[in-house]
């Protein structure tokens, strides 16, 4: 069965405090892994597709890494405008575009 | 421009009333799904849209109600809820082949009441 399992659930940090968050998953045949970052009663806001293993992107202080059974969200100096919520989501294989989420990181960064 | 746009923001309606949500995207995607999600809690599928045709539904009960009119909108028809239904409903979009990115929406919150 797909599953994804994201840690920690919650992460506080200083501002300029670096740190990562983690995304392990199994799934049958991975046609993506994806990054979200969502505001409190807000969608997800898309940040980054992963496909093979080895793959990395960045974007701002952000950047995403893929190993065959877990993802990293590497967070370099955050800012307290980065607080939300972190989600990861697997497609694996199949007829669907289903998507299947992790649980959530909640990151605070405090001033 | 990656854009969903969800109406209403904020909707309250009572067990008897019959309501619906709307959502438009414009950038060409085929793939169309409701999602739904309570607090502190990941999304949950509900319906997938692929080229206009009802591709999955995940079980869900049949006072919810789902149609896309056309490629770029999909509605979802509401009737006869119950308060454990109040939840952020989010629609969302996508190429139709698989590994490709899905664009949500601001989602519609709902209060059952």
Same mark, same amino acid.
């Given at each position: 069965e797909d599953q994804v399992t994201q840690s920690p659930e919650a992460l506080r940090l200083q501002e300029g405090e670096s740190s990562s968050l983690n995304c392990s998953y199994t799934v049958s045949g991975l046609r993506g892994l994806f990054w979200y970052r969502q505001d409190p009663g807000k969608g997800p806001e898309f940040l980054f597709t992963l496909y093979s293993a080895g793959e990395e992107k960045e974007k701002e202080r952000l950047k995403a890494t893929l190993t065959k059974k877990e993802s990293f969200l590497h967070i370099t100096a &955050?800012? &307290?405008?980065?607080s939300a919520t972190y989600l990861c989501a697997v497609q694996g294989g199949g007829a669907t575009n289903k998507l299947i989420f992790g649980t959530g990181t909640l990151l605070a960064v405090q001033p | 421009d990656t854009e969903v746009t969800q109406t209403p923001k904020h909707l309250v309606m009572g067990m008897t009333n019959k309501k619906s949500l709307k959502c438009e995207q414009h950038?060409?995607?085929?793939a169309m799904y409701w999602y739904k999600q309570k607090a502190k809690k990941p999304p949950e599928l509900m319906f997938v849209y692929s080229y206009e045709k009802l +591709?999955?539904? $995940? +079980?869900? /009960? +049949?006072r919810f109600s789902p149609e896309c009119p056309n490629s770029s909108l999909l509605n979802l028809h509401l009737h006869a809820?119950? /308060? $454990?239904?109040s939840a952020l409903y989010l629609c969302a979009s996508s190429q139709v082949t698989g590994g490709n990115t899905i664009y949500f929406g601001e989602g519609s919150w709902l209060t059952v009441v």
């Open positions: &955050p800012k &307290p405008e980065d | 950038m060409g995607h085929r +591709s999955i539904n $995940e +079980s869900v /009960p +049949s809820l119950q /308060p $454990e239904d």
